[in-house]
């Protein structure tokens, strides 16, 4: 019993002699136990700074970003709708390139094959090992038929069991992966007159 109160005495001791004296002013220097939580190399803004060339601890932006909130122009290629409506752009706002269509395969590759499968049937790495259950073909006469701007909002946003890729494509890669996926779409809605003549022969 003894032991227990001169220990409890001796932490009230500690306690007052260590946090009673918070506050209270000293000409001493405080004593920092982590002093890299005190002095930490970060830029306040609007102070000097020795990193940069030009002294200013506030940086210019980088060009082609947006500040957080800062509303974006509303033009089809961002929103992949009409300007001040909500209906989708019917075709792709920009002109295809050879360049964008190689982007769009290499990133379709990427993001959409593992569960939409390389060709886009559906049937992806995914699918085999049963992670997901229904993945949609997109091959399927109501994907085709749906408008270049609601495949862009659907890479953007997600559907239903699909989550959106906003956060990890690019606007400009969407919009390639678009391209890329209706080139995969036409290579299966193909009929013998689309083959000149001179090569029918050929085909089995
Ligand atoms: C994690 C798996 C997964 C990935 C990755 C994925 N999808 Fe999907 N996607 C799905 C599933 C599942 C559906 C069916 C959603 C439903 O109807 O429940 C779907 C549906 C769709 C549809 C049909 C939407 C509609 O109108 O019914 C399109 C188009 C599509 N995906 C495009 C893409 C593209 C392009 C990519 C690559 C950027 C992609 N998806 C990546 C799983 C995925």
């Known amino acids: 019993m003894r032991y227990i109160l001169l220990t409890f005495v001796a932490v009230v001791a500690a306690v007052v002699a260590i946090a009673g004296f918070r506050g209270s002013t ?22 000097q700074s020795e990193f940069f060339a030009d002294q200013r601890g506030s940086r210019p932006r980088p060009a082609g970003t947006i ?9 089809p290629w ?32 990427i993001h959409c094959a593992p569960c939409h499968g390389a060709q886009a049937d559906g049937n992806g790495i995914t699918k085999k090992i049963g992670a997901m259950g ?3 073909n997109l091959h ?22 699909m ?16 391209a890329y996926l209706r080139a995969l779409q036409l290579s299966r809605l193909g009929t013998v007159d689309d083959v000149p003549p001179e090569w029918r022969a050929k085909l089995k």
């Open 67 to 75: 500040a957080r909130g800062e509303p974006y122009a509303e033009t």
């Open 134 to 136: 229904v993945v949609a």
């Open 26 to 47: 000293s000409r001493r220097p405080p004593i920092e136990i982590f002093a890299d939580m005190v002095r930490q190399p970060k830029q306040r803004p609007q102070f």
């Open 163 to 178: 989550s959106g890729y906003a956060a990890q494509i690019g606007i400009d890669d969407r919009w390639a992966i678009v």
């Open 140 to 161: 399927d006469k109501r994907i085709v038929e749906l408008p270049d701007g609601e495949l862009f909002y659907t890479i953007s946003y997600g559907k239903n069991l």
């Open 78 to 109: 961002n929103t992949g709708r009409v300007p001040g409506t909500t209906n989708f752009v019917e075709a792709l706002p920009a002109a295809v390139t050879h360049t964008m269509l190689a982007r769009g395969q290499e990133r379709f590759l």
